[in-house]
Nanobody
Framework: QVQLVESGGGLVQAGGSLRLSCAASGRTFRSSAMGWFRQAPGKEREFVAAINWSGGNTYYADSVKGRFTISRDSAKATVYLQMNSLKPEDTAAYYC????????????????????WGQGTQVTVSS
C-alpha cells in the first residue's frame, strides 16, 4: 500500500505561481516514476508532467512546457510541481500518481501506467 499526500493548491491570479508537493509513504513504496495529472470539470484527466526516480528524467505536456517544472527529492520520497505563469485554463484538480515500481525505460505519461493516486488538490486561476 502506498499513500500519496498532496499540498500546495489554492487560488491564484493569472500570471502567478504555485508549488504543489506530493509526499509518498508506505512500507511497499518502491515506485519507478511519479507524475502529475489534472482534471477540469467535464473533461478527461490529462497528463501534466512526470519524472522517474532513477535518473530524474522528465516529460511535460505541451500545454505546460516552459511554465511548469517537476522535481523530486528521493530522500523525502516527494515530488514537486512548480507552476509559473499560470493561466485560467490551468484551473483543475491536480492529482499526484505513482506506479508500483515496474521496470521502466523512460517516463510514463499514460494514466494506465500509474497505480496509486493522491486525493487531488484544487488549483484555481482567476483571470
Amino acid at each position: 500500500q502506498v499513500q500519496l499526500v498532496e499540498s500546495g493548491g489554492g487560488l491564484v491570479q493569472a500570471g502567478g505561481s504555485l508549488r504543489l508537493s506530493c509526499a509518498a509513504s508506505g512500507r511497499t513504496f518502491r515506485s519507478s516514476a511519479m507524475g502529475w495529472f489534472r482534471q477540469a470539470p467535464g473533461k478527461e484527466r490529462e497528463f501534466v508532467a512526470a519524472i522517474n526516480w532513477s535518473g530524474g528524467n522528465t516529460y511535460y505536456a505541451d500545454s505546460v512546457k516552459g511554465r511548469f517544472t517537476i522535481s523530486r527529492d528521493s530522500a523525502k520520497a516527494t515530488v514537486y510541481l512548480q507552476m509559473n505563469s499560470l493561466k485560467p485554463e490551468d484551473t483543475a484538480a491536480y492529482y499526484c500518481a505513482a506506479d508500483k515500481g515496474k521496470p521502466l525505460l523512460g517516463v510514463p505519461i499514460s494514466i494506465r501506467a500509474y497505480d496509486y493516486w493522491g486525493q487531488g488538490t484544487q488549483v484555481t486561476v482567476s483571470s
